[in-house]
């Protein structure tokens, strides 16, 4: 979350567990505020790739806040999720669509986000459980991720 005021822009975050930002992105875009992310305490939010910041986009976003409110609507009507997820990947492609016009390359959100079978999901119960990290492979409980969730904004063949 950015925050505006009188003293310039500044960072704020609710939950640094799925906090993602892409430096070089940031760095091109706004160096100014990419020179502050040195100050951050958790170090590992600031990333130097898009998968991170996919995964934190499909766990937190769409997983836990756009498909609960689409079950829940539709277990509330008692209609078929599957017309709200079509709603949810119109827009999605609506979205995708418009940053594309302006420029921004979207081919791997649209993969991830769209057209790959599965999604990435966190591994929450693996990554804290006593099992040894070396076996788990999980190095962050906050940041351990798989992709074996089924993509509910695919387009089946």
């Known amino acids: 979350m950015l925050v505006y005021g009188d003293d310039g822009l500044r960072l704020l975050l ?3 567990d799925a906090a993602r930002i892409d430096r070089g992105t940031l760095a091109r875009r706004w160096p100014a505020l990419a020179a502050q992310l040195g100050g951050l305490e958790d170090q590992r939010i600031g990333v130097a790739e898009a998968l991170p910041l996919a995964q934190m986009f499909v766990t937190i976003t769409l997983q836990l806040n756009i498909a609960a409110l689409v079950e829940g609507l539709a277990h509330r009507r008692g209609t078929d999720p599957a017309t709200g997820y079509a709603r949810v990947r119109c827009h999605m492609e609506g979205v ?3 940053l594309a016009a302006a420029g921004e390359d979207t081919a791997f959100a649209r993969q991830v986000l ?3 079978e599965r999604l990435h999901l966190k591994y929450l119960l693996t990554a804290a459980s006593l099992v040894e990290k070396a ?3 999980a190095t962050d409980v906050n940041k351990f991720y798989g992709k074996r ?3 509910f904004l695919r ?3």
């Open 114 to 116: 769209l057209d790959d």
């Open 155 to 157: 387009v089946s063949a």
């Open 135 to 137: 076996q788990t492979g």
């Open 14 to 16: 609710k939950d640094n």
């Open 96 to 98: 995708l669509a418009g």
């Open 149 to 151: 969730a089924p993509n």
